[in-house]
Nanobody
Framework: QVQLVESGGGLVQAGGSLRLSCAAS????????MGWSRQAPGKQREVVAT???????NYPDSVKGRFTISRHYARNTVFLQMNSLKPEDTAVYYC??????????????WGQGTQVTVSS
């Protein structure tokens, strides 16, 4: 089993910044891709950033140039730096991680979510 612990959410004014962290622990042989998604009330979950094992990143247009995803390989941690935040970025943010366990099975895990609220 793998556990993901998120941190870094909170309340910030428009134009401000926040940095989210998500640390994975447990039965991990190797971590594959990592990512962040968000879900606002009444809306579908939206992927906002992904990073592959080789470090390639991808963002939707809604956050491109404002959000940056990165990872610390040794600490099995993924980060999301969010700058120039807008009220429409308000949502619960979830990390996701693809994990090869010690039985060489690839499974996906989700964090518990962290609230980000941007005031206007």
């Amino acid at each position: 089993q793998v556990q993901l612990v998120e941190s870094g959410g909170g309340l910030v004014q428009a134009g401000g910044s926040l940095r989210l962290s998500c640390a994975a622990s447990g039965d991990i042989f190797r971590i594959n891709a990592m990512g962040w998604s968000r879900q606002a009330p009444g809306k579908q979950r939206e992927v906002v950033a992904t990073i592959t094992r080789d470090g390639s990143t991808n963002y939707p247009d809604s956050v491109k140039g404002r959000f940056t995803i990165s990872r610390h390989y040794a600490r099995n941690t993924v980060f999301l730096q969010m700058n120039s935040l807008k009220p429409e970025d308000t949502a619960v943010y979830y990390c996701s991680v693809g994990v090869w366990n010690t039985d060489y099975d690839l499974k996906s895990y989700w964090g518990q979510g962290t609230q980000v609220t941007v005031s206007s």
